[in-house]
Every structure is written in C-alpha cells, then in structure tokens.
C-alpha cells in the first residue's frame, strides 16, 4: 500500500503532458508488438510442390497412370491479376475464371481413411452418374436442373460460361490425400479400378507430400476443382450424399447475377434427436459454447448460419475466385473463414438441412480441438481485421 501511495505522489509531480507522452507512447507499443505477434501467429499456408500439383487415375487398360499435371484455374487467375495491376487495375472484377469442363466437381479430403473412404465413395458415384452422368436417370426433382442464366451466361462479364449444351453433365472426384501414412491412396485407386472404364477415368487422386489438416486438403482440391459447381464431402460419408441435390437447387435459387452463390448442408434440425442427445455432456457443452463464441466473433451473415462445421458445402464455379485464393486457415476452422470471405465479397449463401449420421472413427479430439478451434477462430478474425490478411 505504501508502495502504491509513493507511486501516485510521484507521478503528481510528472508535468501532464510527460504523463500524456508517457501513457500514449506505451499504448502504442502495446498495439505494435501485439500486431507482431499477432503477424507471427496467423497461419500462413505453405505454397504447394509441383508433386501436388498431380494426380493420378486409373489408365483404360486397368493400370494405374503416371503422375499428370492438374489443370488449376487459381494459377490462371492469378497471373491475370497481376497482369491487371501491372497496368494499374486493382479491381478483381473481370478477370473470371476457367470454363467449366463438367458440371459438378467433388473434393474429398482424406487423411488414412483406408477403412472408410470405399462406403463414402461407393454412395456419392453412385448418386454421380445416376444425376449427372451421360444417361441420368432422375429428372430436375432430384437438383439435376438447367440453371438460371439470367444473364449471366456469357463470357462477356468475366464469369464462368455456361451455356454448353451439356452444362448439367459430367462429373469427377478429386480425393486428396492429405499426407496419409496408410492405403488410402491404394484404397482409392483401387476403389476406381473396379468401376470400369467411363466412371474411374472420373476419379482423380492427389496426394499432398504433408499433412496440412483438413481445410488445406480441401482447398487445394477446389482449386483444381473442374466443374461448374463443386462441392466438398467428408471420407467418413457422414453426410447423406443423395442430399446433394438439394444444394444445387439451393444455390441456383440464391446465386445472384455474376453466377456466385453458396450452399451449405445444415444439422441444425437434428438438434434435440437422438444422434445428439445420445453424445457426452462434454461434446454438447463444447459444442454449445463454441457455437456462443462463433456468434460473438464472427461479422452478422456468418453468425447467423446455425451450422458452419458441417463437412458438406457447395460452390458455384464463378464464387470461387472470391473465396479459394485468400483462404489461410488449413485446420478445422477452415469452414467460417470460407463463409466469412463469402460475406465480405457479398456472395449469397443458403443454409440447407441435409441427413446426417454418426460414423465411427472420427479423428478429432473434443476437448483438445475444440480449444484450437476457439483459438484459431481468435486469430482469424483479429488477422482479417488488423489487416494481417487482406485481399489485395
């Protein structure tokens, strides 16, 4: 107490304005080292080898290919930007990216998912080439609709063209071993192998010299993602795939006049059912408070989404360039900065309650993940807000 008294007296007799240099120099250290540890703790991608820049496919003759260059609309993009800014346009918009060779591109991020990945396949191809394949079976009920042009069909805009006359036909699967130490890639190829000729020169493996965690694999394969729509599915098959449709449907209804538009899968509605009820109060509690943190962290579109984690989200080809090139986060929290790279750029996204089930052998750690996910969710929105990350 004494200690305190003799600090005040001094200070007394410090001159104010002393006092206002002393107190306004020392808030302004503390903002610049927090900006520099906040620059040394936000995440920053690692570029990718020219290695995972391949792929590999089973040949006609049943025989697995050598490796072969993936084609990457990102790459394209960004040498059309810089060229852009070389002439002084900093704007993104018209530059466009690729055509779309097919209609619908699924990424599947696998890391040792030899057990499951055959059962989450084995549902989506099936789903694939019953919907979008050269003899659908299923009519527009099922989201294997024509889109909406409204005006938004030709390449004079810069957006992806969509006027082929088989633009809801097609199909591939990009499965990216995110550095596995197991057979997943065995298990993929041979997986491929035992479809015939037509429906395995549709699937693709990529594999990534090193684990990046579940957000890196998934945004390297939608970078290379071919299709006019593409989407995002877990290995485990927690999500009813035949649900896909409803995404489509959901984003040609909210897609706005450039073509961008985003569908999300939702287990909202299962809240309250016994695949929840039946969890740990620890999971439930977690799961609650993360929501509560995700609400006070995040800008108002993103709050709003009752679901951001769930695994199955679908992308029209012309959003992609607004959200994949300025994705950072590579962990499990990789889904909120998608949706919040969504809102900033003002690109609609639908909500859609899809099935969902409980599948064993789930790799995260719920008290352990949980609490990166809360810290990486910290450092994210602080980086994009601090101007650490930015979009220029």
Not at 71 to 95: E, H, M, T, V
Not at 209 to 229: C, D, F, I, S
Not at 232 to 254: H, M, N, P
Not at 262 to 288: C, P, Q
């Amino acid at each position: 107490m004494e200690c305190f008294r003799q600090t005040v007296t001094a200070s007394r007799a410090i001159p104010l304005p002393l006092l206002f240099l002393i107190f306004g120099s020392t808030f302004i250290g503390i903002c610049v080292l927090s900006f520099l540890i906040l620059f040394i703790v936000a995440p920053i991608p690692r570029p990718s080898t020219n290695a995972e820049k391949s792929f590999k496919c089973i040949e006609p003759d049943g025989s697995i290919s050598h490796a072969r260059q993936l084609p990457c609309w990102q790459d394209i993009y960004a040498a059309r930007k810089q060229a852009a800014q070389k002439k002084g346009d900093f704007s993104s918009d018209g530059l466009g990216i690729e055509e779309a060779e097919i209609f619908m591109s699924l990424v599947v991020p696998a890391y040792n998912e030899e057990d499951r990945l055959g059962i989450m396949l084995t549902e989506a191809v099936e789903y694939l080439e019953q919907e979008y394949g050269e003899n659908p079976t299923h009519d527009s009920e099922n989201g294997n609709v024509k889109a909406r042009m409204n005006g938004h069909s030709g390449a004079s805009n810069g957006h992806a063209i969509h006027s082929s006359a088989k633009s809801n036909r097609g199909w591939e699967i990009l499965i990216v071993s995110d550095g596995s130490t197991d057979k997943t890639i065995e298990t993929a190829l041979n997986f491929a192998n035992g479809l015939g000729t037509k429906s395995s020169a549709s699937i693709r493996v990529v594999s990534l010299q090193e684990n990046r965690g579940k957000g890196g694999a998934v945004t390297h394969g939608l970078r290379h993602a071919r299709g006019r729509y593409a989407v995002f599915a877990d290995a485990d098959g927690a999500s009813r795939f035949t649900d896909l449709g409803k995404l489509v449907k959901a984003c040609q209804e909210v897609a706005d006049s450039k073509g961008r538009g985003v569908a999300i899968g939702s287990r909202a509605h299962l809240v309250g059912s016994d695949e929840v009820v039946k969890r740990s109060f620890l999971r439930n509690f977690l799961m609650h408070s993360f929501h509560l943190f995700l609400r006070l962290l995040t800008p108002p579109a993103t709050a709003a989404i009752q679901d951001t984690q769930c695994g199955f989200k679908l992308f029209s080809r012309p959003s992609l360039p607004y959200i994949i090139p300025y994705m950072h986060s590579e962990g499990w929290i990789f889904d909120v900065e998608m949706l919040m790279l969504a809102e900033s750029a003002g690109i609609p996204v639908a909500e859609v309650p899809v099935g969902w089930k409980e599948v064993k052998g789930s790799k995260l750690n719920v008290l352990r993940d949980s609490l990166g996910m809360a810290w990486s969710l910290a450092i994210l929105r602080a980086a994009w807000t601090f101007g650490v990350y930015r979009r220029s």
